[in-house]
């Protein structure tokens, strides 16, 4: 078959010759199109086992025909021949070249073959890839031809190709804010289009999430187009809602941060963001009833089984990866950041639900993260936001996940979750009554005992389910030392087979044992939340100030008031205390140690007298060290939380004290 890559004209019998063979071709496929189309199909992969042998040993010679040295150029002219064939076959056609990169792989096998020949209208022979580009410009970009009312589908084919670092075509891309794109948009806008062969949104899909080869922004011109293209030319926003649905429920981003993912993320933002700048540009409002339509999906996904909670994480990741503050110029504005605030304010209590108890510890950090993008904090209203009530979920989750730590700590994705919900609270603190009504919440649940309530479990037996069996056999030899009390820690101070609880004993750490460590970083943990927020960049100092002054007028808020004269105490001490606010106070310091590195960090912004919190503090532990059962204890660790307080105090006091009362000042930096 000869094909055109001249300026000459089809003689005659060229032209005759070619009539013949676009009648026979229609005459075929009204009689027997299922035969007619799987002919080309069985032509192509003909063609494709000789550029996937590796026997190529025959010579082209002129006066020896040889048909499989024509098959390329024959299937190339037919879009010529007979264009209504090509377009019925097209589709079946495109999924062969465009999977498992075929395309690719006839590329690079003419380029360096130079295997198919075609004959040109002047009688010469010569390579089909030198033809190529002739081919290209009179064929594909013929604008009256076939190949435009495929358009998508040659969008996304000469995409593929340009990115495809096996060909090394990355040159016919212009760089900068051209692109081929630009100037086809014109035509591309005016015609009637064929919808693409393949999944649209599955294709941008997979460029999106290609780890292996990330694409910068600028690369993702032509997705960006189609997906606008396709999605805005409707006159309702159905498909608009359908595409932006399956973009964020289907995008799929690494589980931990690699070379390349910073490069997704800019992608993903890229593409979806504009997309829904244009969405709401013309269907205002669009955004909020695609986030409707997510979430619902999302809690029916949560209703329906547990397997879908992969699916939720997902949606919540990507959400929270696109309104990722951190990522965006301030002075710019975030296509729909201001409908995802919006909706989150309005429903902040079903989206906290979705995650809040979720078997998945990721999905519960997801949530937690997706909350601390949309800034619900800005607004606080009333009508919508009620600061009690979000305080008491938040403080909720806070203080059962601290409790559930002791049944999970091995696994690494519970710290994430703490991590997530602390950095919410934090920046919560920004809405002043917000921040007064998270720390009365988390003040009213300390002194409630939330940090001190642990799970009745034996911590060694669990030690020993996740000990090697090696581990285990090197144990049993020091079976009869345990057994016979020769090998006892020097924190035992109960009963051999009785377990005692948690114990707040910061050093020295070799004396710690599984659940202390748990139980002193739940401590330290929530003590965060009292002074993190002076660490914020911009936080103001008026809030800060009237932060600490809330703390401690709560706090004093559930002591007695009274006054006793120092000569009561100095008649009364060291084995009396004659106040009883004094003893309110100083047991609860000794019963929930949290309080003494609240009072540490945030005393002195606080703008409040705690000196005579301090005192009662001071009076009471020195009672308390006088008690008979106190003294007569073999060793002060067995009172080691007191101790660890008693430290702890003698920090607090170290200004009105001689240096020689705090030289453990060493021993107690942390």
Known sequence: MKCNNRSAVLSGAQSKL?????????HLLAEKKALTKQSLLDLLNTYFETVHSEDLTMQFDPNTPNLKLYCLSYILALPKISPDFVDECWSSVFKRLFENDSLGDMFLFERDKRWSMVRTITGNVESVFEIFPSWLYKVVFDRGGM??????????????????????????????????????????????????????????????GNTSSPRRVENLKIPLFLLQLVTLKENTPSTAVDTFVQLITKLQRPAAATDGSSHLDDGIRYVVLNLVAAAENKWPGIFQTILERIFSKAIAMHIANSKGSVNVEKILANLAMLFEESKYDQT????????????????WRQVLLLFVNHPSMECRALGYRVLRHSKLWDEIVVDQIDPTTIAKLLTDAWFRHMKSRYLY???PEEASVLDELENLIIQCYQSLSLAKAILSATLDSILGGA?????????????????????????????DAVNSGEVRSSLSVIEVGQRRPPQFLVTPEYLREPQDKIYIDNIERTARLFYKHQELPNFPSKNTQAIGFHIFSHLSSKWPSSMTSMEA??????KNIPNDRDI???????????????LDKCSSVARFPVTDIIRSILVYFIAFWHIPQVIQAPTALKFATQLEETIRLIMLLKEMLPSSLVYIQPFCNR
């Open 451 to 479: 940090l001190e309530i642990f799970p009745n479990v034996d911590f060694n037996a669990l030690q020993r389910d996740k000990m090697g069996f090696l581990q285990k056999i090197q144990d049993m030899s020091f079976g």
């Open 332 to 347: 710019l504005s975030r296509p729909g950041f201001k409908a995802f605030q919006t909706y989150i304010a309005h429903h």
């Open 18 to 26: 070619t009539v013949m063979g676009s009648t026979v071709i229609s």
């Open 147 to 208: 190949f435009m009312k495929h358009a998508i589908d040659v969008s996304i084919i000469l995409d593929a190709m340009a990115h495809n670092p096996r060909l090394e075509l990355h040159y016919l891309m212009p760089s900068g804010d051209k692109s081929i794109i630009d100037s086809l948009r014109p035509s591309f806008e005016q015609l009637d289009l064929e919808p693409s062969s393949i999944e649209l949104v599955d294709w941008v899909i997979s460029i999106l």
């Open 584 to 598: 309110v106070i100083g047991n609860t310091f000794k019963d929930y140690p949290v309080l003494f590195l609240i």
């Open 409 to 411: 700590s091995d696994k």
């Open 569 to 574: 105490y100095d008649d009364a001490l060291p």
